[in-house]
């Protein structure tokens, strides 16, 4: 059975206004703090110096990125606990999850809470 994390097309709206809103749009690939080239709205896999996209491919691009993280988290999180995370929160992890990736987020102690049925742990 698919679980319902998602949380629908408004939920995903406000994960692209939000986390796009943080992120910033730089069209132009650059090295972000740590030295890894990043373009768009944060995007690090397979950027190279040099590279440059319209603000429809980076938005195309970012929206591609934020469903392979939210399915991602759909396989982390344990399922009864879809229903409890409120919309705002799960963006919040969506954000999370989508800066340090889905490795360290399968890792986690927020994860890890979250699935002990910690939510206020895991916030």
Do not use: H, Q
């Not at 692209?16 to 749009?25: D, M, P, T, V």
């Not at 429809?56 to 399915?71: I, N, S």
């Not at 399922?79 to 999850?97: Q, T």
């Amino acid at each position: 059975m698919r679980k319902v994390l998602k949380r629908g097309a408004a939920a995903t709206t406000l994960a692209l206004s939000f986390i796009g809103g943080n992120e910033g749009l730089k069209t132009e690939a650059y090295l972000d703090i740590v030295g890894v080239p990043t373009v768009c709205f944060g995007e690090t896999r397979g950027v190279a110096l040099g590279d440059s996209y319209t603000p429809a491919e980076c938005r195309a691009m970012f929206a591609d990125r934020l469903a392979e993280v939210e399915a991602g988290l759909d396989r982390l999180i344990a399922d009864p606990l879809e229903a409890l995370i409120p919309a705002r929160s799960y963006v919040a992890i969506l954000d999370w999850a989508y800066n340090v990736g889905l490795g360290a987020a399968a890792r986690s102690t927020l994860i890890r809470k979250l699935n002990a049925g910690d939510l206020r742990g895991a916030c």
